[in-house]
């Protein structure tokens, strides 16, 4: 069942424990840099925001049809920032993160340096 072991290995952890509140950051129980990104869908017809359900590792409205204009087109989209009212309809997505596009590991990164040579820094920035 070549299927079946892609699927567990892909699922080995959840990273539950990087909680939503935070952008991202180092699951405790695999070691690895985990990014929270928040996506939603919308109807492609009306753009009416759709309650948003991942269905087989794919980001998919809960319903088939809109239920503003009943097309069964839809599209994806990435919030940069979740609110009170998207957090209804908006799914979570734990994506282990390449460290080098990472703005927090960045910030990380940066920091070690400041250590370093601060006034070097200083008087560069
Ligand atoms: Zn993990
Ligand atoms: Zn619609």
Redesign the pocket.
């Known amino acids: 069942m070549f299927f079946t072991n892609i699927f567990k290995l892909g699922h080995k952890?959840?990273?539950e424990?990087?909680t939503p509140d935070r952008e991202c950051g180092y699951?405790p129980?695999?070691?690895?840099f985990?990014r929270n990104e928040w996506y939603i869908t919308r109807c492609a017809c009306c753009g009416v925001k759709l309650k948003t359900v991942i269905r087989n590792g794919l980001i998919v409205p809960q319903h088939k049809y809109c239920i503003n204009c009943g097309s069964e087109n839809f599209l994806v989209e990435k919030i940069g920032q979740i609110n009170f009212i998207d957090i209804n309809f908006a799914v979570l997505v734990k994506k282990i993160a390449n460290e080098e596009n990472v703005l927090c590991a960045t910030t990380r990164c940066w920091q070690e340096k400041t250590d370093a040579q601060p006034k070097l820094l200083v008087q560069y920035l």
């Open positions: 952890c959840s990273h424990h990087v699951c129980d695999c070691g690895k985990i």
